[in-house]
C-alpha cells in the first residue's frame, strides 16, 4: 500500500491490467484485459470531519474524448457567439413586482452588460 494524501478534486492514474479485471469501463463498458491500459479516476470530497472517496475505471479511448470536452468547455466563452441569451428577472426592492435584472447567455453563461 502506498501512502496518499487525501487531498479534494480528482485524481487519475494510468494502469497497465495485470490480469484481466472485473471492472469495466464507466463509460463505454469496455472490458480490460492482461495488458491494456486503464485509467482510475478518484474523486474525493473532504469536510472537516467526513471524507467520501470513490473511484472508477475509464479506458484511454473515453479519456480522451473527456478530456477533449473538458477543452472544449473551458474555451467555450471565447468561441461563443451567444445565440440565446435569458433574462434573469429580481424584485424591485420593497415590492412584489419583478423587472429584468440582466441579460445573460444560456450556452456559456455570460452576462450581457
Ligand atoms: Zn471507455
Ligand atoms: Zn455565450
Known sequence: MEAEKEEGGENVKRKIASRKLKRV?????????????????????????????????ICPKCKWKSEQRKARKATLPERCKHPIIHTEYSYIPGECVMEPAYDYCAICGKVSP
Do not use: P, Q
Not at 469501463?25 to 470513490?54: L, P
Open 25 to 57: 469501463c464507466e463509460y463505454c463498458g469496455k472490458n480490460f484485459n492482461k495488458g491494456d491500459v486503464y485509467y482510475i479516476n478518484r474523486y474525493v470530497f473532504s469536510d472537516i470531519d467526513w471524507v467520501i472517496a470513490f473511484e472508477f475505471l
